[in-house]
């Protein structure tokens, strides 16, 4: 694949072994795949400006999933994003979906799905520098 | 006059007083047995029982959330592995290795039980001075409906004049309304058996109380007598397996044992001994 960068695809949670087992499915998965032990620590990324599609923890201290989702669109970053609680909550997914979260799973969640979302989140992916 | 049990005069009283607030009477009004003595106790029982439920209903959640994040991991994990060798025609090993390697750290999940264990030791304990009596007929008491519903007759054998103990009422109260929903749950199953759970006490040597729980199930594995006490060690479906695992955590940290044999002719025997010494020093304070 010379041509063709692979879609780079940014994973935020305070949790490692979620983080590492998401991570190995993503490679497996054919993307490029860069870890964030927190929300803080991904907006001060530049990966913000070129990832594909974050994934990100639902409740991480600091700063929540929903909350770094709605600073990046603050920011600017319209990033397809995929939220996973430990928690699941209707009203907490409800409200996610409605700000315009892409998909809402619960942990443990199902790898298909996951597989799927994440193959709509790059196919959906705006072009490279649009904004929201 | 009600004589209600100390046990539960707070909850009657509080029973009362919101029976006032709802009537919109005067106080004085209900000086005379408005309730009954029984009824101010099912209130009693109600009201401890729905606390009990809420109490138990954080607890589960907040172990849930625990074990369901590295769970989450295993999963995943496991999964990335069945796909790195299903991969077309040459399976990819050494990514598959890597894949399991992250299965197996999973095992850390124990840890959570482990942690929620050495909470419980750690937790400044309660030292009231309790009859062990008292504390087993509040537990029978909250398990009557699921007996009646599960057609299990229940007997208690209540050694008399047993000295007090000194230990925590609630988490010895847990620890029998655990094993008491276990013997329950295991003569559950349609299979035609005798449905007959007896929980007694007898003052047992060196100066110890003993309290057991027998049922008429079909019994556990002999081999397997042991194993039941680990954590996430389960022959239920629908269990977590950690209900004995902290059980045996509670009875240790009151300076006593928990554990398991066959019942005779059928069925299983848990019991746990506590010592009647007092736990001051038992309960070494963490200093």
Redesign the interface.
Known sequence: MPSKMKPLIAIVDDDESVRDAIAGLMKWLGFEVHTFVSAVEFLASPDIGVSSCVITDAQMPQMTGIELYKRMRELGHAIPTIMITAYPNEAARDHALAAGVLCYLSKPFDKDTLIDCVRSAVNREPAKGQRC | MLIVSTEYADLADLCGRLLVMRRGRREEELAGPMLSERQILALGMELAHANRVATMGQLS?SIG?EI??????????A??AM??LK?GESPNIS?AL??LA?VV??R?ASDVVNRLGALIKRAPPQKDELDVNEAILGVVGLTDGEAVKHHVSVRTQLGERLPLIQGDRVQLQQVTLNLTMNAIEAMSPPDGGPRELLISTVKAEPDSILVAVRDTGPGIDKARLDDIFLAFYTTKPDSLGIGLSICRSIVEAHGGKLWATANTPRGAVFQFMLPITSVHSVFSSPS
């Open positions: 959640a959330h369901n994040q590295p769970l989450s991991g295993v999963v995943t994990s999964e990335t796909l790195w991969t990514e890597r894949a992250r750290r999973g850390r």
